[in-house]
């Protein structure tokens, strides 16, 4: 395997089951991730991640009203320490242009009630906008994540 483009960490204070349910549980996802374009404002946030988590699975990621704003596959899953994923963005005419990128999703417990996650990106052009969209909203998602997980209440709502 390459070498990321990106790599996101942080420390979250939840057991590893919490997390990955976090990820993979729509219900949990669509409060707290979604494309928050600045063109977009908060309109499509709310994102629920659907999928069977099985190789070869498609992944969608539906706002609340039913509008698929990504789409991709699950290409290798280690419940609940790795998930790797393509991502294609469709919110977007340039990130949808520039195809999919690759997720890998890495969970380590810490002990005392602690989690690292890792998430790392590849397949983003050192210069595309997939990179620095990611950049923006890596963050974001994993700061939303640790909010609902820890306090039981969204980032942002």
């Known amino acids: 395997m390459s070498a990321p483009v990106h790599v996101h960490k942080a420390y979250i204070k939840a057991s590893l089951g919490e997390v990955w349910k976090g990820i993979t549980d729509g219900e949990l996802t669509s409060q707290y991730r979604g494309p928050c374009h600045p063109d977009l404002g908060m309109a499509e946030y709310g994102t629920g991640v659907q999928s069977d988590w099985t190789p070869g699975a498609p992944v969608r990621h539906v706002t ?17 320490n790795r998930l790797e994923v393509t991502f294609h963005a469709h919110w977007d005419p340039e990130l949808e ?5 690759r997720e890998v999703y890495q969970l380590e417990d810490e002990k005392m009630g602690l989690t690292k996650i890792t998430v790392e990106l590849y397949d983003a052009a050192p210069d595309s ?9 890596f963050p974001f998602i994993i700061s939303g994540l640790k909010t609902l997980l820890e306090t039981g209440d969204p980032l942002v709502g």
């Open 64 to 80: 609340r009203d039913g509008t698929v704003v990504a789409d991709g596959e699950v290409i290798a899953i280690d419940p609940p």
């Open 129 to 137: 906008k997939s990179l620095a969209d990611t950049i923006d909203h």
């Open 97 to 101: 242009a520039e195809g999919p990128v």
